[in-house]
């Protein structure tokens, strides 16, 4: 483990072997940081929420996953209810000036660019990927493997293995990343016809994910797993846009 000068790390935080701790940064007491984590100059990991209506004496957490990088000015904010936890995930990578709000949930192998902003309650899957300055409004869902384009603004869940840009525009699918996890083609032609089935069909999303669910026609457990996804939330879906193509090809 090593600890620079300055940084501070209150009494009551728990850290794991092999956690670096920069100049400047501050570790609260109700931070729990797994193996490998490295905290860059000036992060603040465990602060209060920003919540008027907040008790400071309540007692919730923040967890940082094993080999998570958090980079200078990053700030973390711990759970609102008492016994609740702010989570990210192992293997995590959040660039300078990010933000993490109160109650989120990040997976293993996320990615936030530089100066990104979560709302409080926002999740977010495994190895998805959020641009530079893009914003997530609270409550909202980024699905495994997504991806946020950068200045995006974001009210509305954003389907797995899907991109996503500007103010709720929802664009196909994520191509370059599913290859990039090495998805064989069957899987790939699954998931665009499920995306075309509930993404780009008229109907309610939820319904049209249960009723392609229903049907048995899908083999893999990623096809499954995009249409599961509309089973749950409570900010609605984004759909794809109309009156042109979009990055889904055939």
Do not use: W
């Not at 400047?24 to 209506?53: K, N, W």
């Amino acid at each position: 483990m090593s600890i620079h000068p300055t940084a501070i790390i209150e009494d009551g935080a728990t850290l794991g072997a092999g956690c670096v701790i920069h100049a400047h940064a501050i570790i609260t007491r109700h931070c729990e940081l797994g193996s490998g984590v490295v905290v860059h100059p000036f992060a603040v990991i465990g602060g209060d929420p920003q919540d008027l209506g907040f008790d400071p004496a309540t007692a919730s957490h923040v967890r940082i996953g094993a080999r998570t990088v958090l980079r200078e000015h990053v700030t973390v904010n711990r759970a609102t209810k008492a016994g609740g936890a702010t989570e990210v995930g192992e293997d995590c990578y959040l660039m300078a000036g990010s933000h993490v709000a109160h109650d989120c949930r990040l997976g293993d192998r996320v990615i936030l660019a530089n100066a990104v902003l979560l709302a409080g309650h926002v999740s977010i899957g495994e190895r998805a990927f959020v641009g530079g300055a893009a914003a997530m409004h609270q409550f909202c869902r980024i699905g495994e493997s997504a991806m946020v384009g950068g200045l995006g603004r974001i009210t509305r869940d954003v389907p797995p293995f899907t991109m996503a840009t500007e103010r709720d525009e929802l664009i196909g699918l994520n191509i370059v990343g599913l290859r990039r996890r090495g998805f064989r083609p069957p899987v790939v032609a699954e998931l665009k016809r499920a995306y075309r089935e509930v993404c780009r069909s008229a109907g309610n999303p939820r319904e049209l994910a249960a009723a392609a669910l229903g049907g048995g026609g899908y083999a893999s457990d990623e096809a499954r797993r995009f249409l599961d996804f509309f089973a749950a939330g409570r900010r609605g879906f984004l759909r794809a846009r109309t009156g042109g193509a979009d990055a889904d090809p055939a």
